[in-house]
């Protein structure tokens, strides 16, 4: 089985922090994801990455960015922490399967509280 | 841009009955993969079932089992003998032919009543 760890699962931060958010999949997949997710708004992609190195911005890379310097890897990064990102925050990862019906393999979540 | 749309945010089912929760999609593209996942109380997200759209047979996965409407851009999730451990929320997704990223619905809360 596909196992994605995502290295919280509850963390508290103060404003003005640099959070960092680590991402691990063990089944070699070239594709790795971040999500938040908020009551009523369902999951929204703020980053993924299709290779090492390799980062493209989703629909809320806002206050965001992201590393991938090993394949297995993918962290998130909150420069300055700011309390509208208290959120869920959901990693992903999936083979690359163009023309296929890959499906993603989410880790635990992290509740991530900014005070 | 795709578009993914569940619209209804919670529903409630008595326990051993079905269930039917709706998803409607927007895209102009012909080649695409549509999944359900669950998200029990647990949180972690798991995928219950997928599909084609070059397929014309409804997936069916156990007690899983999809109406898939290509025409209607409708991909509803139906649950048979509903047991207690359904309770989650369902989120319906979209993936486009071209790229490996997944869109999500806003998610449909179900309860399984006793």
């Known amino acids: 089985d596909v196992k994605v760890t995502q290295s919280s699962r509850y963390l508290v931060k103060r404003t003005g922090e640099k959070v960092f958010l680590e991402c691990v999949q063990d089944m070699d997949h070239e594709n790795m994801f971040w999500y938040r997710q908020d009551p009523g708004l369902g999951l929204r992609l703020i980053y993924f990455s299709y290779d090492v190195k390799m980062k493209e911005k989703g629909d809320i890379p806002e206050g965001y960015s992201v590393s991938r310097e090993k394949k297995e890897r993918f962290s998130l990064i909150l420069e300055s922490a700011s309390t509208n990102q208290t959120s869920m925050y959901l990693c992903?990862?999936?083979?690359f399967g163009t023309g296929d019906n890959q499906p993603q393999h989410f880790g635990d979540g992290t509740r991530l509280s900014i005070l | 841009a795709q578009t993914v749309t569940q619209s209804q945010p919670e529903m409630s089912v008595q326990e051993a009955e079905t269930v039917t929760l709706s998803c409607t999609y927007d895209?102009?593209?012909?080649?695409?993969?549509l999944f359900w996942y669950k998200q029990p109380p647990s949180r972690q997200m798991i995928l219950v079932i997928r599909q084609e759209a070059y397929k014309q047979q409804n997936a069916t996965e156990n007690r899983f089992s999809v109406n898939f409407q290509k025409a209607a851009k409708s991909f509803s999730l139906k649950i048979s003998d509903s047991q207690l451990g359904d309770a989650a929320m369902y989120f319906c997704?979209?993936?486009?032919?071209?790229?490996?990223?997944?869109?999500f619905g806003k998610g449909t809360r179900l309860h399984i009543l006793p």
């Open positions: 992903a990862s999936s083979l």
């Open positions: 997704a979209y993936r486009s032919g071209r790229d490996d990223k997944i869109i």
């Open positions: 895209t102009s593209e012909s080649d695409y993969y």
